[in-house]
């Protein structure tokens, strides 16, 4: 048989955090999640937090009407971490260590620590015993693919709005204007009194509609930059503004049918139409 070698690399948990999580009673979708993050830190060069975009979720079966509510649970039993100010993601190891945990989960890490031995004699019995085993490992793609979550060129976009009012426009051009950057553009919104970082703050993963036009603007970005949730905040900013929920709907669908406009362009166009709307508003 040939020896098939494995590639350098693997994801670092320790075994006590590791043991908590066998032992919680974490359902499918929410343990996919959790290895997820747990594949994106520790298993991506061993770093602490993660952006998790929807692109991400769709990849271990999760889709986007039940991501926030997957999120929200795991944010709820403390299994997970977030950062407010990054919106990004991590396992909260704090609490699977803490005694509160090792206390409730104590008999069952037991039995698997008493496995986890008799698995380790076992071993050790196959070895000092046999001298013709061979060796097999997978060669597995361990290397992070490049750009994997680019979706051509889309998770590049990182879009922000600038601290400002979006109840007093004078014109198109007050509400959008696109600098370009290398390979990233920035929307700014005209400043005026006031501000929105209510709407920078705001994961579109979490995100609950309360209306219409919110829920029209939800489905618009999940259509077109889903890979970005730094550019969701525009799209509340122009539900606020007063676009109607229609054409949230028109836009998409005419870029979607548009098959000239890539995936990573949609979202510029998206507001191109939105601020020509708001000029033939004046």
């Given at each position: ?12 948990f ?5 043991d908590s ?7 499918g ?6 290895l997820l993050?747990?594949?994106l830190t520790?298993?991506c ?11 991400d ?15 929200k649970n795991l ?5 997970i971490?977030?950062n407010?100010?990054t ?5 909260n190891?704090e609490y699977l260590?803490?005694?509160?945990i090792?206390a ?9 620590e ?7 004699k076992?071993?050790?019995?196959q070895?000092t015993?046999s001298?013709?085993?061979?060796e ?6 361990n ?6 979550r680019?979706?051509?060129g889309?998770s ?11 109840e ?6 007050d509400?959008l204007?696109?600098f370009k ?9 005209k400043?005026?009194?006031?501000n ?6 705001v994961d ?5 509609a309360?209306?219409e036009?919110?829920d029209?603007a ?16 525009f799209y ?10 229609e ?9 979607l ?7 990573s ?12 709307y ?5």
């Amino acid at each position: 048989m040939n020896k098939i070698v494995a590639q350098k690399g693997f994801t670092k948990f320790y075994n006590d955090y590791f043991d908590s999580l066998l032992c919680l009673a974490v359902k499918g979708r929410e343990l996919r999640v959790m290895l997820l993050i747990l594949r994106l830190t520790t298993g991506c060069l061993d770093q602490t937090w993660a952006r998790i975009l929807q692109a991400d979720l769709q990849i271990v079966g999760i889709n986007a009407s039940s991501a926030a509510n997957i999120l929200k649970n795991l944010l709820e039993k403390k299994w997970i971490i977030r950062n407010e100010k990054t919106q990004e993601y991590r396992i909260n190891t704090e609490y699977l260590a803490s005694e509160k945990i090792l206390a409730q989960l104590k008999t069952r890490v037991q039995r698997l620590e008493k496995a986890v031995g008799i698995q380790l004699k076992k071993v050790h019995s196959q070895n000092t015993n046999s001298n013709d085993t061979e060796e097999i490992t997978l060669s597995l793609p361990n290397n992070e693919a490049e750009d994997y979550r680019n979706d051509n060129g889309a998770s590049l976009l990182k879009t922000k709005l600038s601290q400002s009012d979006v109840e007093d426009f004078s014109s198109a051009k007050d509400i959008l204007k696109i600098f370009k950057n290398t390979d990233k553009y920035q929307i700014g919104i005209k400043k005026h009194q006031g501000n929105i970082n209510e709407f920078n703050k705001v994961d579109p993963l979490l995100f609950s509609a309360q209306t219409e036009s919110q829920d029209a603007a939800l489905k618009a970005w999940t259509k077109l930059e889903p890979n970005n949730p730094g550019s969701f905040p525009f799209y509340l900013a122009m539900v606020k503004k007063g676009l109607p929920a229609e054409k949230f709907y028109q836009f998409t669908s005419d870029i979607l049918n548009d098959s000239k406009i890539s995936p990573s362009a949609r979202g510029k166009v998206f507001n191109h139409k939105v601020a020509q709307y708001f000029e033939g508003q004046r």
